[in-house]
T-cell receptor, first 111, second 115 residues
């Protein structure tokens, strides 16, 4: 079993829908949780990061971390075709240790 | 401003050939990470530098992989005697500390195909 599990999709939604993406993990030492967006043939781009449990909101994006369940989520409100990309969850134990990524979920937002 | 740049963007190598992949980090970023991303997978850690010191190379898959950052800026990942299983995208990330976290910014990657 991998340390971080993420459903690869693909996930296809109509424009304007609320998108829910999630990851589970097994290592309780993870403290920092991130979501990256990766467009085709580009490097990952940091969207959100959260320390420990809780919620964080940034515009149309909300990240949630539930450490008791080892479950993290990313919600995208009012999804746009430009949100079509692969979304990668990533996590790490401390501030300067390598990131452990999920497989990525491929999202398509249809106009 | 300028982000992380990598070169070449694409590399085709014959099996057994040596390759060198370059990463130019964001100016002033102390930490630098290399990751390998296979098709349809998330990036996997290879190695980590702080300035010129290689602090962690636990992710390098074999002794054919070697990385250096001699002046604490540009880094090179070298793969000797390439094999078909080395085909992947090689991502470089440089980072700075934000609220206790080394926030990593990725380059576009080098897509390596070994024939």
């Amino acid at each position: 079993q991998k340390e971080v599990e993420q459903d690869p999709g693909p996930l296809s939604v109509p424009e304007g829908a609320i998108v829910s993406l999630n990851c589970t993990y097994s290592n309780s030492a993870f403290q920092y949780f991130m979501w990256y967006r990766q467009y085709s043939r580009k490097g990952p781009e940091l969207l959100m990061y959260t320390y420990s449990s809780g919620n964080k909101e940034d515009g149309r994006f909300t990240a949630q971390v539930d450490k008791s369940s080892k479950y993290i989520s990313l919600f995208i409100r009012d999804s746009q075709p430009s949100d079509s990309a692969t979304y990668l969850c990533a996590m790490t134990r401390s501030g300067n240790t390598p990131l452990v990524f999920g497989k990525g979920t491929r999202l398509s937002v249809i106009a | 401003g300028a982000g992380v740049s990598q070169s070449p963007r694409y590399k085709v190598a014959k099996r057994g050939q040596d390759v060198a992949l370059r990463c130019d980090p964001i100016s002033g970023h102390v930490s630098l990470f290399w990751y390998q991303q296979a098709l349809g997978q998330g990036p996997e850690f290879l190695t980590y530098f702080q300035n010129e010191a290689q602090l962690d190379k636990s992710g390098l898959p074999s002794d054919r992989f070697f990385a250096e950052r001699p002046e604490g800026s540009v880094s090179t990942l070298k793969i000797q005697r390439t094999q078909q299983e080395d085909s992947a995208v090689y991502l470089c990330a440089s980072s700075f500390r934000l609220a206790g976290l080394e926030t990593q910014y990725f380059g576009p990657g080098t897509r390596l195909l070994v024939l």
